[in-house]
């Protein structure tokens, strides 16, 4: 995904954070026994509502959803229960309240072999790590018939790029502090679809780097006095964390979220911090005062370091701010580039267009075999982010502009311009009729589409088959592994 949509700004924890002490050998065994863990309370059923009808039910389940749930059927209708697997009988629990019929998951009867228990003691609390209780190959599985499925009229995916060791991936991680019942301080994640903080020690999806340093702020703002903010009455100071990793390069950048920009103590907490953690490469204090769910606001600080950090990708160095967009895990992102760059054939003569292109990461690693890449972006602080990258790296065949991507091709048509390639990273809504259209007025010979949304990807290759292109490859890639979510690149030729 790019930056186009403001995405790097955007809360994403509840879609990927886990937490929890991974069990390799645990993880790995096949939970094909009947036992307790398998039973448990998977989720708090909440007391009957006016209107509302509660019951039990036996049920087989047939298929996955594509966010990974069970289909199941009761009294005619189709039900999507979390956590179930094909092929199990299990107990749910159906709540019904007019035509909108719900179920949940009591206790599995029959469990399947692909079932194991999730490594992540928060498993069931948190909700954003949606298929642990899926074995490794079930998980690839599962998200390769889920692109099979959507990519059918196009063509059969190349088995998927899976993750040698699927944990510790995320180099960006935020967490938040609250108080609980016993006004206690704790640190953690926010339960799916709530506001609810689950206290975390360690997450299994995190860097481990991150949880530990977390961990010691929140034991700082004890001994500093320092309130975790209140959204409900507007006070306190410590909004959230926001740590990335370089995970390359090991350097290390901390983000201060406060409500305020008054900082007290600031100098001696960050001494204290430093000393705990001496590997901290850059520290920020930044201010946020809004009111949505938006993670960082728009005035920043630099408490200590240059306020960025650096990291390598396909053997480029890139700068990350606070702010700027960066590949959630470089591991599969350096596959998902590789591949792209493999599908667009070049030989050292063509021109390439990366449009949605971020802060340039695609298009800067492209120019190292295309004759020229023109890279096209909506966000203007982007813009600026690839234009550093691309001389922090002595790229002389790559420009950047500050535009809408379908504008700026339609233009170059009217110019009589071309280009050979088009490579296209939209954000999970997919690309839009307009931007698609001035590809097939463009006309390059080939387009490499990345999506991380498969689902919009196959909507818009419809459009794209429709006005002169035909699909040649598919290759899915697990950039999320213990999570729902799946890339998937596409190469298109012109027919």
Not at 444 to 455: A, F, G, I, L
């Amino acid at each position: 995904m790019n930056n186009q949509k403001n995405k790097g700004y955007k809360n994403s924890v509840n879609k990927h954070n886990r937490s929890g002490k991974q069990n390799k050998k645990q993880h790995n065994k096949r939970g094909n026994q009947a036992d307790a863990k398998h039973n448990r309370k998977h989720k708090k059923v909440n007391a009957p509502q006016r209107g509302q009808k509660i019951a039990t039910a036996k049920v087989t389940c047939s298929g996955l959803t594509s966010e990974g749930k069970g289909i199941a059927q009761w009294d005619g209708k189709r039900l999507e229960v979390a956590d179930l697997l094909p092929g199990e009988t299990a107990e749910i629990i159906v709540s019904k309240k007019g035509q909108y019929v719900n179920g949940d998951l009591k206790k599995v009867i029959t469990p399947s072999k692909d079932r194991v228990t999730p490594p992540c003691p928060y498993y069931y609390e948190c909700g954003g790590c949606q298929i642990q209780h899926m074995s490794d190959q079930a998980q690839a599985r599962f998200k390769e018939e889920t692109v099979a499925s959507l990519m059918k009229p196009f063509g059969k995916p190349e088995p998927i790029f899976t993750m040698d060791h699927p944990y510790d991936y995320r180099n960006k991680n935020n967490l938040t502090y609250g108080m609980n019942k016993d006004r206690q301080i704790i640190g953690g994640l926010y339960a799916q679809n709530s506001h609810e903080i689950i206290p975390i020690d360690k997450c299994l999806i995190h860097d481990p780097k991150a949880d530990e340093i977390a961990k010691t702020i929140q034991g700082l703002m004890k001994s500093f006095k320092m309130q975790p903010y209140n959204e409900d009455t507007g006070r306190g100071f410590l909004r959230h964390v926001l740590i990335k990793v370089g995970k390359f390069s090991g350097e290390i950048m901390v983000v201060l979220v406060a409500a305020s920009s008054v900082f007290k103590g600031k100098n001696n907490f960050v001494k204290a911090l430093r000393k705990a953690h001496p590997e901290i490469s850059t520290l920020l204090h930044n201010v946020n005062t809004r009111s949505d769910s938006m993670v960082l606001g728009n005035e920043e600080k630099v408490l200590f370091g240059k306020g960025t950090i650096t990291d390598t990708l396909c053997g480029m160095e890139f700068e990350i701010s606070a702010k700027s967009f960066y590949q959630i895990n470089p591991v599969q992102t350096e596959k998902l580039y590789s591949k792209a760059i493999e599908m667009a054939d070049l030989t050292g003569e063509e021109t390439v267009i990366d449009a949605y292109c971020g802060t340039g990461t695609i298009g800067l690693v492209a120019s190292q075999k295309a004759g020229k890449v023109i890279g096209v972006e909506l966000n203007n602080d982007a813009v600026k982010d690839a234009i550093r990258n691309s001389k922090r790296n002595g790229v002389k065949n790559a420009r950047f502009y500050q535009g809408d991507a379908g504008e700026f091709m339609v233009q170059m048509a009217g110019r009589g311009e071309k280009a050979d390639v088009v490579i296209l990273d939209p954000p999970r809504s997919g690309s839009d009729e307009a931007f698609l259209s001035s590809v097939a007025k463009l006309k390059p010979k080939r387009v490499v589409y990345v999506s991380c949304n498969p689902e919009t990807q196959a909507r818009d290759l419809k459009y794209l088959d429709k006005n002169g292109y035909k699909v040649e490859e598919i290759q899915p890639v697990d950039m999320f592994p213990q999570t729902n979510h799946v890339e998937s690149v596409v190469k298109l030729v012109r027919k």
